[in-house]
């Protein structure tokens, strides 16, 4: 059964780095895509980007300019940095998969997210 | 991108009530929406896929329904453990984008 285990540093002053890291354990790591999502407090879902395991990547274009998102194969681990991070960056940031779907019906392919890490809450200020 | 927009943002139901959660998209995304249950302190779970489509272990008391814009996830019976925050995504084009949540709890 597949399990995504994360870590990186929960304290952060303005204007430095984040920087997470999703391992993945016990199923495939190449073949599918794996995202990083937030959750500030009390707020909804917002997805910061995905790549894959040959290290292509798609990123929101609210944060795009700020992301990088890695991969590593040798680890079968992908990692996330946000910089010049402020405490609107606060949040609960959670790995996943992008795990597909085959509908008989329509005859295509669907996207979710269908396994998740536990999060790691981040918390930004002086 | 694509803006979905879920209501009720909150509601309150007693267990064994039939409760209906809808959500739009801001265009068409066919049907390549999931919805999520998402418990306090806790990873969201992937519900339903091709907006109707039960995932593994989801149970029955749980549908989807909509194409197109307008979509609906119904719990027909709720039961304790369905006291939680639901949310809608859009798997259509990226970025992807999540409903802003309703939150069910007990009446």
């Known amino acids: 059964q597949v399990q995504l285990q994360q870590w990186g540093a929960g304290l952060l002053k303005p204007s430095e780095t984040l920087s997470l890291t999703c391992v993945v354990y016990?199923?495939?790591?190449?073949?599918?895509?794996w995202n990083w999502i937030r959750q500030p407090p009390g707020k909804g879902l917002e997805w910061i980007g995905e790549?894959?395991?040959?290290?292509?990547?798609n990123s929101n274009p609210s944060l795009k300019s700020r992301v990088t998102i890695s991969v590593d194969t040798s680890k079968n681990q992908f990692s996330l940095k946000l910089t010049s991070v402020t405490a609107a960056d606060t949040a609960v940031y959670y790995c996943?998969?992008?795990?597909?779907?085959?509908?008989?019906?329509?005859?295509?392919?669907?996207?979710?997210?269908?396994?998740w890490g536990k999060g790691t809450t981040v918390t930004v200020s002086s | 991108d694509i803006q979905m927009t879920q209501s009720p943002p909150s509601l309150s139901a007693s267990v064994g009530d039939r409760v209906t959660i809808t959500c739009r998209a801001s265009?068409?995304?066919?049907?390549?929406l999931n919805w999520y249950q998402q418990k306090p302190g806790k990873a969201p779970k992937v519900l339903i896929s091709?907006?109707?489509s039960l995932q593994s272990g989801v149970p029955s008391r749980f549908s989807g329904s909509g194409s197109g814009t307008d979509f609906t996830l119904t719990i027909s019976g709720l039961q304790p453990e369905d006291f939680a925050t639901y949310y809608c995504?859009?798997?259509?084009?990226?970025?992807?984008?999540f409903g802003g949540g309703t939150k069910v709890d007990i009446k």
């Open positions: 790549i894959n395991h040959s290290g292509s990547t």
């Open positions: 995504q859009q798997s259509y084009s990226a970025p992807l984008t």
């Open positions: 016990g199923g495939s790591f190449s073949g599918y895509y």
């Open positions: 265009q068409s995304i066919s049907t390549y």
């Open positions: 091709a907006a109707s």
């Open positions: 996943a998969r992008t795990g597909t779907y085959y509908d008989i019906l329509t005859v295509r392919d669907y996207y979710n997210m269908d396994v």
